[in-house]
């Protein structure tokens, strides 16, 4: 089992920053994949971005030179750094765990990007 607690979401204005964090506890394999999904009302959730144990990013398209994922192996921690956030940000994100052992999810962080 591997819980998983996201933090650091928030109301912000439109171009501003806001940086989450999710902390992952349990059973934490290496060679895992971490990522954040966010779905906002009324929509299916979507990738934003992954990031492997070896540091290796991926991003999509709606956030790509605006956000940036990144992680701290020792700490079992992943975060996820917004820029530039727009209205259409405007969701609740979600950590995710891939690895051995199965996947999980945290319970999301709202994120509010007011115009």
């Known amino acids: 089992q591997v819980q998983l607690v996201e933090s650091g979401g928030g109301l912000v204005q439109a171009g501003g920053s806001l940086r989450l964090s999710c902390a992952a506890s349990?059973?934490?394999?290496?060679?895992?994949?971490m990522a954040w999904y966010r779905q906002a009302p009324g929509k299916q959730r979507e990738l934003v971005a992954t990031i492997t144990t070896g540091g290796i990013t991926n991003y999509a398209d709606a956030v790509k030179g605006r956000f940036t994922v990144s992680r701290d192996n020792a700490k079992n921690t992943v975060y996820l750094q917004m820029n530039s956030l727009k209205p259409e940000d405007t969701a609740d994100y979600y950590c995710?765990?891939?690895?051995?052992?199965?996947?999980?999810w945290g319970q999301g962080t709202q994120v509010t990007v007011s115009s």
């Open positions: 349990g059973s934490i394999f290496s060679g895992n994949v």
């Open positions: 995710h765990y891939t690895g051995r052992g199965g996947s999980y």
